[in-house]
């Protein structure tokens, strides 16, 4: 027999938000998830600027998008974007501004099949009010490490290394001091390194993800050089841009100066210049 994990009632504060939030975006039904549904839940008087959240179905996702352009309280409103869970399951996805909050907007058919790592799988539920913490990574403040729960042979390698590693700027983890998280990071760098699409989600898409991911990963830990020679040291660098490893391991001042730049935009435009020397 499975055990179903119980749904438990939500603080007050945390109802409101969740009613607000499906008052904003018009549907009966929508799930918080991820790392911000955890960490409100572990430091109730926190304030989360990205909140991901799962709507339906997918079918409505076109007019919400158009209700949240007239929407007075908004203050942007981001391309729809397409996506894929598990590589089968379709998600049209966008931003929104919003009390200070980057609202990461998925609309999908399926919500089971949200989460990847343990503590993405935290999820508020609306219109019940509750919430279900599968895994119990609420119980501990702080997370020293996290474990995959989905078979990674169900998702593209590519956008599960780049979830790895947001992951680990996010929380400081060292993933390759975690027997079971390097374990993992080796067998994602190879099939990522092996991997090759001529979709364009999967292929030209999921390779700019990477890059963003790199680039966002390193400025968001708390020690900015140390991740990106994680990252060098581990191969998460060489399986996708290996011209890109092998020019940072020949100059160690390259990585330096690459880990205090503050932008996407910036780190790429230092590290193409010197691919192009």
């Known amino acids: 027999m499975t ?15 969740l009613r607000d939030l499906a008052a904003l975006l018009g549907t009966p039904q929508l799930v ?24 339906g179905p997918l079918a409505h996702a076109a007019a919400c998008r158009h209700r949240l352009l007239e929407h007075p309280d908004v203050e942007h409103v981001g391309e729809s974007r397409d996506y894929w869970i598990r590589m089968t399951e379709p998600v049209i996805m966008f931003d929104v501004r919003w009390r200070g909050m980057t609202l990461d907007v998925n609309f999908l058919d399926d919500f089971g099949k949200i989460g990847h790592f343990d503590v993405e799988c935290v999820r ?21 490490s996290f474990s995959l729960v989905s078979p990674m042979g169900d998702e593209n390698p590519v ?10 700027a996010k ?18 760098i190879e099939a990522a390194a092996a991997w090759n699409s001529d979709d364009g989600f999967h292929g030209a898409q999921a390779d700019a993800a990477h890059a963003r991911a790199l680039a966002l ?6 020690d900015g050089r140390a991740f990106l020679q994680m990252l060098l040291h581990s191969g998460a660098i ?24 503050t932008s996407t935009e910036s780190f790429w435009r230092l590290a193409n210049s010197w691919l192009c020397r």
Do not use: M
């Not at 956008?159 to 680990?168: C, D, I, P």
């Not at 841009?241 to 730049?261: F, M, T, Y």
């Open 159 to 168: 956008l599960l290394l780049n979830r790895l590693v947001k992951l680990s």
């Open 217 to 222: 990963s390193v400025q968001r830990a708390r």
């Open 32 to 55: 918080v998830y991820g790392g911000a549904a955890r960490d409100l839940l572990v430091r109730p008087q926190g304030f989360a600027k990205d909140v991901d959240i799962a709507a």
């Open 3 to 17: 055990n179903v994990p119980r749904s438990r009632p939500l603080p007050a504060d945390h109802r409101r938000l």
């Open 238 to 261: 060489a399986c996708r841009n290996p011209v890109l490893a092998q020019a940072l391991s020949k100059d160690p001042c390259a990585v330096a100066e690459l880990a205090r730049v």
């Open 171 to 188: 929380y400081d983890v060292d993933y390759t001091r975690d027997e079971e998280l390097a374990h993992l990071v080796g067998q994602l």
């Open 124 to 144: 508020w539920e609306h219109p019940a009010g509750t919430f279900i913490d599968p895994y119990g990574v609420t119980s501990e403040k702080e997370t020293h």
